[in-house]
């Protein structure tokens, strides 16, 4: 009942606000290697964003690339709920012009009952070959839920759901966007994750405004 | 070789014990059953002891090694979780608590232990545990006839000492002395830390 409610509601809601406006819908699948090493941790990331349709002047399902990025992280455990974290992204865009990204993170992870919570701040800046630099606020929410039981073991289904607003500053101009996220996911043996679902962004700085769905495939794997 | 082995054994014996000691590890693993799919044994203990209700949700467990059934339930305003062997044997019904609900002469106990184990804490979480024979837990639900129960605390706290910053689940008598110490580890929460 809970799982159908959050549905329906993060559906209408992308229905409602696609009226008059430009949306887009692509792909992105991701793949997420963590290696932990006492209290610090590794994280790797990559993802590729594929664009296969728009309605913004000519509507039609058409492919084009959109970008690529690799992520790395160095996270430090500060206690068994808070995590302090720094990292880099290259990013291969379309144009050829690729991009560099230096990122700080705090997050705080916690489980008050049967659902884990999880609170990330970030600051970001990202250098480009020809234009000023971009400097990034994010604040996400995240949510999982266990779908069998009251926690997530192997071999069960979960929900994340989460919600980022983002303020971004870039030579005198600002931008603001929204990023309402909501996936199934599945724990293996191994400790691995699959994940499915679909990511809503909204820009609302453009006019009309932007909508972005990108169904995301995630492969998230422990090492260790 | 001979002289080596008998020098070395001692040794590695002795540091296998402290590392059983001071790294218990509290790995738990639950799923949730039909009551069908529970030994009858049990079934008939919770029916029996807190009548015909609704809304008892069983789990199978598995924690460090060990396998049991949990029923978990609210009656009276209470939350208790009771634990089965696999026989469907009572093995402990827990009831949770709040540390304002705590006599004073276990909090007093308990606030010396962790005052001086650990730099900073802080409780998440208090079961009071009791064990007993079926028909003794039986007779403490129902008419809250203590004879033949043993209480002990179970307790879910964060700790900081000065080499660890962890969760622990420490389980202490009814005077507060602390019989069983285990490391929580908790499922890696990448998708939410980053």
Same mark, same amino acid.
């Given at each position: 009942?809970?799982?159908?409610?959050?549905?329906?509601?993060?559906?209408?809601?992308?229905?409602?606000?696609?009226?008059?406006?430009?949306?887009?819908?692509?792909?992105?699948?991701?793949?997420?290697?963590?290696?932990?090493?006492?209290?610090?941790?590794?994280?790797?990331?990559?993802?590729?964003?594929?664009?296969?349709?728009?309605?913004?002047?000519?509507?039609?399902?058409?492919?084009?690339?959109?970008?690529?990025?690799?992520?790395?992280?160095?996270?430090?455990?500060?206690?068994?709920?808070?995590?302090?974290?720094?990292?880099?992204?290259?990013?291969?865009?379309?144009?050829?012009?690729?991009?560099?990204?230096?990122?700080?993170?705090?997050?705080?992870?916690?489980?008050?009952?049967?659902?884990?919570?999880?609170?990330?701040?970030?600051?970001?800046?990202?250098?480009?070959?020809?234009?000023?630099?971009?400097?990034?606020?994010?604040?996400?929410?995240?949510?999982?839920?266990?779908?069998?039981?009251?926690?997530?073991?192997?071999?069960?289904?979960?929900?994340?759901?989460?919600?980022?607003?983002?303020?971004?500053?870039?030579?005198?101009?600002?931008?603001?966007?929204?990023?309402?996220?909501?996936?199934?996911?599945?724990?293996?043996?191994?400790?691995?994750?699959?994940?499915?679902?679909?990511?809503?962004?909204?820009?609302?700085?453009?006019?009309?405004?932007?909508?972005?769905?990108?169904?995301?495939?995630?492969?998230?794997?422990?090492?260790? | 070789?001979?002289?080596?082995?008998?020098?070395?054994?001692?040794?590695?014996?002795?540091?296998?014990?402290?590392?059983?000691?001071?790294?218990? =590890?509290? *790995? %738990?693993?639950? /799923?949730?059953?039909? @009551?069908? !799919?529970?030994?009858?044994?049990?079934?008939?203990?919770?029916?029996?002891?807190?009548?015909?209700?609704?809304?008892?949700?069983?789990?199978?467990?598995?924690?460090?090694?060990?396998?049991?059934?949990?029923?978990?339930?609210?009656?009276?305003?209470?939350?208790?979780?009771?634990?089965?062997?696999?026989?469907?044997?009572? =093995?402990? *019904? %827990?009831?949770? /608590?709040?540390?304002? @609900?705590? !006599?004073?002469?276990?909090?007093?106990?308990?606030?010396?232990?962790?005052?001086?184990?650990?730099?900073?804490?802080?409780?998440?979480?208090?079961?009071?545990?009791?064990?007993?024979?079926?028909?003794?837990?039986?007779?403490?639900?129902?008419?809250?006839?203590?004879?033949?129960?043993?209480?002990?605390?179970?307790?879910?706290?964060?700790?900081?000492?000065?080499?660890?910053?962890?969760?622990? !689940?420490?389980?202490?008598?009814?005077?507060?002395?602390?019989?069983?110490?285990?490391?929580?580890?908790?499922?890696?929460?990448?998708?939410?830390?980053?």
């Amino acid at each position: 009942m809970r799982l159908r409610f959050l549905f329906i509601l993060f559906f209408l809601s992308g229905i409602i606000m696609a009226q008059d406006s430009e949306s887009y819908l692509g792909v992105v699948p991701e793949i997420n290697l963590s290696y932990k090493l006492k209290t610090i941790k590794f994280n790797l990331k990559a993802e590729s964003f594929q664009l296969f349709h728009t309605n913004a002047d000519n509507p039609a399902w058409d492919y084009q690339y959109e970008q690529t990025d690799i992520q790395l992280f160095v996270s430090k455990k500060i206690n068994p709920f808070i995590f302090l974290a720094l990292g880099y992204q290259y990013g291969i865009e379309a144009n050829d012009k690729n991009t560099h990204r230096s990122i700080q993170q705090f997050s705080y992870v916690f489980k008050p009952g049967n659902l884990k919570w999880g609170h990330r701040v970030r600051t970001d800046q990202t250098f480009y070959q020809s234009k000023a630099a971009k400097f990034r606020f994010r604040y996400r929410l995240s949510l999982k839920i266990p779908l069998q039981g009251q926690s997530i073991d192997y071999n069960e289904f979960y929900m994340v759901t989460s919600d980022e607003f983002l303020y971004a500053y870039q030579n005198k101009d600002q931008e603001y966007e929204n990023r309402l996220a909501l996936y199934i996911g599945y724990l293996f043996e191994n400790s691995s994750k699959l994940q499915l679902g679909i990511d809503y962004r909204t820009d609302f700085s453009s006019e009309p405004l932007v909508h972005n769905y990108w169904i995301r495939l995630g492969y998230l794997v422990n090492l260790q | 070789m001979k002289y080596q082995i008998q020098v070395v054994l001692p040794f590695l014996s002795f540091f296998l014990a402290v590392i059983n000691l001071n790294a218990q =590890e509290k *790995v %738990e693993e639950e /799923y949730r059953v039909k @009551e069908s !799919e529970v030994p009858v044994q049990a079934q008939k203990w919770i029916h029996g002891t807190f009548g015909e209700m609704k809304g008892i949700k069983w789990y199978y467990e598995k924690s460090s090694g060990k396998a049991s059934y949990e029923a978990k339930l609210k009656s009276d305003r209470k939350v208790y979780s009771i634990e089965f062997d696999t026989m469907g044997v009572i =093995e402990d *019904v %827990e009831q949770k /608590y709040e540390w304002n @609900e705590l !006599e004073s002469d276990i909090k007093t106990n308990l606030t010396k232990y962790f005052r001086s184990n650990y730099i900073k804490y802080k409780i998440i979480k208090i079961q009071k545990q009791y064990v007993g024979t079926a028909t003794d837990l039986k007779n403490y639900i129902r008419q809250n006839e203590k004879e033949g129960i043993t209480v002990n605390y179970e307790i879910e706290f964060h700790g900081k000492t000065q080499t660890e910053n962890e969760l622990w !689940e420490c389980l202490f008598s009814s005077n507060g002395e602390l019989l069983q110490k285990k490391k929580i580890i908790l499922k890696p929460a990448n998708n939410l830390e980053f």
